[in-house]
T-cell receptor, first 113, second 111 residues
């Protein structure tokens, strides 16, 4: 049974560029959340997708946007990259829309130069 | 407000018990969680407790919740070198699905 998968593993971008990160939830899960983890800190909630809609959002600017597809996979897009966007981006999936369990993927390490 | 605090570092000898502590400020916490993160990896859900419970035990792990003091602890019995990692405490609150994390406690297990 595959867990949460994310791609790519690592990514290097230049300031001002745009990036797309991808996540496939654990089999049977339909809800996806995205988190940003800066070095030495705990993850910060970006947003959660359920039924292809963003249903909750954290304190992140509009440069951060997302999408959920009919197969429940999800993308995180970040526009106009800043040096401060360098972080580990984590995707988590939940069994149902009402579940408070969140299972994390291995993350995508984004470096902005 | 939303705030979860943890001590930064804990060192124990292999075979001893480890106790990692966490305090939270919001009394409307619904669930409280413990996650483990090994170097270069994502977060592994270890266990979680509903806010109306006082204790939960799962093999070597025991979670204690003191709602009055807003204090959560994770006890690891017979700590092994493979338990060396960063441990994060997290909470969710009423009508919210987002996890609010502490900054993590680095556990070092000495042989």
């Amino acid at each position: 049974d595959a867990g949460v998968t994310q791609s790519p593993t690592h990514l290097i971008k230049t300031r001002g560029q745009q990036v797309t990160l991808r996540c496939s939830p654990k089999s049977g899960h339909d809800t996806v959340s995205w988190y940003q983890q800066a070095l030495g800190q705990g993850p910060q909630f970006i947003f959660q997708y359920y039924e292809e809609e963003e249903r909750q959002r954290g304190n992140f600017p509009d440069r951060f946007s997302g999408h959920q597809f009919p197969n429940y996979s999800s993308e995180l897009n970040v526009n106009a990259l800043l040096l401060g966007d360098s972080a580990l981006y984590l995707c988590a999936s939940s069994p149902t829309g009402d579940s408070y369990e969140q299972y994390f993927g291995p993350g995508t390490r984004l470096t902005v130069t | 407000g939303e705030d979860v605090e943890q001590s930064l570092f804990l060192s124990v000898r292999e075979g001893d018990s480890s106790v990692i502590n966490c305090t939270y400020t919001d009394s409307s916490s619904t669930y409280l969680y413990w996650y483990k993160q090994e170097p270069g990896a994502g977060l592994q859900l270890l266990t979680y407790i509903f806010s109306n419970m006082d204790m939960k035990q799962d093999q070597r792990l025991t979670v204690l919740l003191n709602k009055k003091d807003k204090h959560l602890s994770l006890r690891i019995a017979d700590t092994q070198t493979g338990d060396s990692a960063i441990y994060f405490c997290a909470e969710t609150m009423d009508s919210s699905y987002k996890l609010i994390f502490g900054s993590g406690t680095r556990l070092l297990v000495r042989p």
